[in-house]
């Protein structure tokens, strides 16, 4: 990063007005949980993987305590291709066999979740690596997906029931920035994994902390009221809004607005989607005044 006085003098005042104009956010989100959901394209790309690892490093450096969890659903899918394993999605969530759920273990915990860890402390030894599994942070139960009114099983795929953030907050209050993969063990099978959806998993463990907000990074600009019609593009809507648009979305934005959903409606202050894509878009959408992506509020 550039010193801000080996610059010219105007380039110089103009960070500093972008730093001044932070005020605001620095001041309201100051000692405040966020959770943040990180996946998409933002996990393939190098560029954008230390972008987002900067970004999660400022939060902690100024003050904010970030939590991050993540998915892997591209890297779980070039491995299962890798190993002849077919992958298969309905209703916008992967069917996951017995076979495939060691897999997914393997890529969440012991490929994503070291790397992400790594790329942050690039920046001072701050982050930590958990797992959903560890020391009951989720409590987890099989799911299934209702699709034309039939429902369809999905192998060992569940929804996070219980959280214990105990070892999260404990992590806060040393200074560290957890970072969570969306593994859980299965509450009515002991010693069983299950896949869980990261952005339920994340809106879940929002609820718990008390965060003010919880963003969930996505490959697309946000919510858009008739897709793929590019200007129909949502910025904001309350709880009631999304209700009423949610049986209407194309199936793999239903688990993710789900999410933001079940965030407001149990007490986090705002729940947002936005472009992965973008770089640094976490702190466009925690520092400006508009944001990116698409605001959810209860309402």
């Not at 999605?89 to 915990?109: C, N």
């Not at 219980?162 to 010693?191: F, N, T, Y």
Request: with cysteine; charged share 20%; proline share 5%.
């Amino acid at each position: 990063m550039t010193d801000i006085q080996d610059t010219d003098p105007a380039e110089a005042s103009n960070k500093a007005v972008t730093m001044i104009e932070s005020l605001p956010w620095l001041r309201r989100y100051s000692d405040q949980i966020i959770v943040i959901k990180y996946g998409g394209n933002a996990m393939v790309s190098e560029e954008l993987q230390d972008a987002f690892a900067a970004d999660i490093a400022y939060l902690r450096y100024v003050g904010v305590k970030p939590v991050v969890v993540h998915g892997g659903g591209p890297q779980i899918s070039s491995m299962l291709d890798r190993l002849a394993i077919p992958s298969e999605f309905k209703g916008g969530y992967r069917v996951t066999s017995t076979e495939a759920i060691t897999v997914v273990r393997m890529v969440l915990t012991g490929q994503i979740n070291p790397q992400l860890v790594s790329k942050i402390n690039a920046h001072g030894p701050v982050a930590t690596g958990l797992s959903g599994e560890d020391a009951g942070l989720f409590g987890g139960r099989q799911r299934g997906v209702t699709i034309d009114g039939i429902e369809h099983d999905l192998g060992r795929v569940g929804d996070v029931v219980e959280v214990d953030p105990q070892q999260v907050l404990d992590q806060l209050a040393a200074g560290r920035i957890p970072v969570i993969s969306s593994i859980a063990p299965d509450l009515d099978h002991p010693g069983h994994s299950l896949n869980v959806n990261a952005d339920a998993a994340a809106s879940a463990l929002a609820v718990a902390l008390g965060a003010v907000k919880l963003v969930v990074l996505t490959d697309v600009a946000g919510l858009y009221a008739d897709w793929p019609n590019r200007d129909s593009l949502v910025s904001h809507l309350t709880s009631s809004e999304l209700h009423a648009l949610l049986p209407s979305l194309e199936s793999g934005m239903i688990p993710k607005m789900a999410a933001c959903l079940q965030a407001v409606e149990g007490g986090v202050e705002k729940a947002a989607i936005i472009d992965g894509r973008v770089p640094h878009s976490v702190l466009v959408e925690i520092f400006t005044s508009k944001g990116i992506g698409t605001e959810v509020v209860a309402g």
